[in-house]
T-cell receptor, first 115, second 112 residues
Framework: GAVVSQHPSRVICKSGTSVKIECRSL??????MFWYRQFPKQSLMLMAT?????????EQGVEKDKFLINHASLTLSTLTVTSAHPEDSSFYIC???????????FGQGTRLTVV | ELKVEQNPLFLSMQEGKNYTIYCNYS?????LYWYRQDPGKSLESLFV?????AVKQEGRLMASLDTKARLSTLHITAAVHDLSATYFC????????????FGTGTRLTIIP
């Protein structure tokens, strides 16, 4: 199956700093990627849909100025958590569909801890 | 708004037993996915169900989809410890590059 690579897998940052997470489709082009957040022992919640060459579409309740998404190429989407606070600590997972759009492939996830 | 519910939320079962996890969703969709998640890890794709009546099996797991009832099941046969994990179903909003809505998850623990 297709491969989605996410980096970094873990990051610890201080409150008030920004963190960038990368999501790459390694063997296919993805015009659309998705960013999810998962709190401990909970399900995945969609944060936003990342569209190549255009603005991301954010889900209700997600602050677009806090979670900046850039999808500058067909193989790379980035999520930047700006001015991070401890409540932003979570597991962030990206996803992309392959060309057929049948199946969704997930990155390895990024464990963000804000101290 | 699409809602996806799973039950049970927690399942503790003995090795060798059979059990079924249920996934109900609230609006029309013809695509449903099952994933496995181990602690601290991302999602592993188990099954992609693309039409009404679809049934897929892999090892001790079998998934089915009834789009008319808006119900999917994940059946576990003769459970083994290695199947301990959290299982999620996810429903496609539309065909093509559309987002998924995930179920609440079922945390499965297999007891020796």
């Amino acid at each position: 199956g297709a491969v989605v690579s996410q980096h970094p897998s873990r990051v610890i940052c201080k409150s008030g700093t920004s963190v960038k997470i990368e999501c790459r489709s390694l063997d296919f082009q993805a015009t659309t990627m998705f960013w999810y957040r998962q709190f401990p022992k909970q399900s995945l919640m969609l944060m936003a849909t990342s569209n190549e060459g255009s603005k991301a579409t954010y889900e209700q309740g997600v602050e677009k100025d806090k979670f900046l998404i850039n999808h500058a190429s067909l193989t790379l989407s980035t999520l930047t958590v700006t001015s991070a606070h401890p409540e932003d600590s979570s597991f962030y997972i990206c996803s992309a569909r392959d060309g057929a759009g049948t199946e969704a492939f997930f990155g390895q996830g990024t464990r963000l801890t804000v101290v | 708004e699409l809602k996806v519910e799973q039950n049970p939320l927690f399942l503790s079962m003995q090795e060798g037993k059979n059990y079924t996890i249920y996934c109900n969703y609230s609006t029309t969709s013809d695509r449903l996915y099952w994933y496995r998640q181990d602690p601290g890890k991302s999602l592993e794709s188990l099954f992609v169900l693309l039409s009404n009546g679809a049934v897929k099996q892999e090892g001790r797991l079998m998934a089915s989809l009834d789009t008319k009832a808006r119900l999917s099941t994940l059946h576990i046969t003769a459970a083994v410890h290695d199947l301990s994990a959290t299982y999620f179903c996810a429903v496609d909003h539309n065909f093509g590059n559309e987002k998924l809505t995930f179920g609440t998850g079922t945390r499965l623990t297999i007891i020796p």
